[in-house]
């Protein structure tokens, strides 16, 4: 399970950082018409293919007994995946913004999604190097032997 879980931390990973080639690639267009049709991968990516997999993550993860850590990061990159999506949402009701019209109230808050997209590559990087620690080493140490082989190693060193 813990290798099922590696890769869908490289799934998640490498989702989070395609969204940024679909930001670049959406916002690059020369015309509206280009632009939403660009606009589909981002909304696609992040939407199906990041959130689910970072649901997936969860319910692997705690069945893999991955740690709790690796389980509320994957946790959290699901629930960032709404807040993405609600960022729009919400900010568009409080604003009066909407994709024709965008207020300048509304752009202050749309510039909250790139910085929690951020939030969630950095999280995902987190989840993918405990994935990959929780693979490397399928049976962790109990504490003391852990404290114990610990003090041995310093005081052979």
Known sequence: MRKILLVLAAI?????????????????????????????????????????????????????KAGSRSIWLAAGIFLLTWVQLFIFIIGGMLTGSSEDFITPSGSWVASIHPVTGLLIIFMSYWLFNRARAAALNPQPLPPKAAASDASASSTTA
């Open 12 to 64: 998640i990973l490498l989702s989070s950082l395609a969204q940024l080639f679909f930001a670049g690639y959406f916002h690059f267009q020369n015309t509206i018409e280009a632009q939403r049709e660009a606009g589909v991968y981002h909304v696609l990516n992040g939407q199906y293919v990041l959130r689910y997999a970072a649901l997936l993550a969860v319910i692997v993860a705690a069945i893999a």
